[in-house]
């Protein structure tokens, strides 16, 4: 089974970009852990990583018809990106959000997400292994 995993804005910069926040592990490290992990799941993995909204909507239709899951971290276009929320709606497949800091404990705008209820699950607050645990998590409900 395929799965897409997808970066948003910013995360380009991982290791570099608030460390203290994000982690020290490159955005290169966090794939090679996810591609390591989806291996032992016996998943075929791709990772891509887009600053713009537009390029992520882009990736999540062409995901409808290659995939069998999704995996996103929308970054910041999870605080309020409608048109991110209606492509995951719209694709029909499960897709797990994924936040490297926990959401609920930053600043008032970043605490809320729009595009988490259309997601099947939510994984935040764990750092570079949140992407390791929605593996997990979509390899269950995909061999179902």
Known sequence: MRVLVLHGPNLNLLGEREPHIYGSQTLAEVNEQISTEARQ???????EQHNGEGQLIDALHAARKQYA???INPGAYAHYSYAIADAITAIG????EVHLSNITSREPFRRKSVTASACRAV?????ASGYVLALRALAGTLEK
């Open 123 to 127: 994984v935040s607050g764990l750092g």
């Open 93 to 96: 497949l499960p897709v797990v």
């Open 69 to 71: 899951g999704v995996i």
């Open 41 to 47: 799941l016996g998943l075929d993995v791709q990772c």
